[in-house]
């Protein structure tokens, strides 16, 4: 038997024969490998959404460089009152330069490393020419149409990847627009 030294039983024994039984304080091993498992089985399942999301925010960052670069390319044509180019270094990649059409001085850049596994599609025309007045003067048509797409990741479409298109009218104006949203959204091509 135990005798007690907390004051309020002062003199009293204790039945239980002095032991007593708290639980540990922390995890058990087992508590350790449930909680595991069960993140692992969460990050299984969202794997595939996270990578379409870094495939799309991919695709994205590509097709705004290209958009800002013949934006660039307007701009600096109006500034100087010149003629300036916008080049698509390469079909993969999406870099890109502005040059004045005289000379062929470079003006901006930008890598294609920077894009890469990126698929850009121009019909074609690797060149647009803007005027002085910031007009298109080269490819000499209605509107030139570059679509961005991620192909080592899948197909665009529902359920694929968002591929994005940069669309650049006659009179200059550029603007990115999603080739699957129909007419009366506003991002519609």
Known sequence: MCISRHPASAGRIRQDGGARFRRAAGLSFIEIIIALALLGILLSLGLPAFNT????????????????????????????????????????????????????????????????????????????????????????????????????????????IRCLSIVVAAGGQVRLCDPQRTSPDPQAC
Not at 126 to 155: H, I
């Open 53 to 160: 999301t870094l495939a799309n925010m991919r695709v994205r960052q590509v097709a705004e460089s290209l958009r800002d670069g013949l934006q660039s390319a307007r701009n600096e044509a109006v500034k100087r009152n010149t003629a300036v180019a916008f080049n698509l270094d390469n079909p993969t990649g999406g870099g890109w330069s502005v040059t004045l059409v005289a000379d062929g001085t470079l003006l901006r850049s930008k890598s294609a490393a920077e894009g890469s596994y990126i698929q850009v599609d121009s019909g074609g025309a690797m060149e647009v020419d803007f005027s002085n007045l910031g007009l298109m003067t080269l490819p000499v048509a209605p509107s030139q149409t570059f679509s961005v797409s991620n192909p080592s990741v899948g197909a665009c479409g529902p359920g694929g």
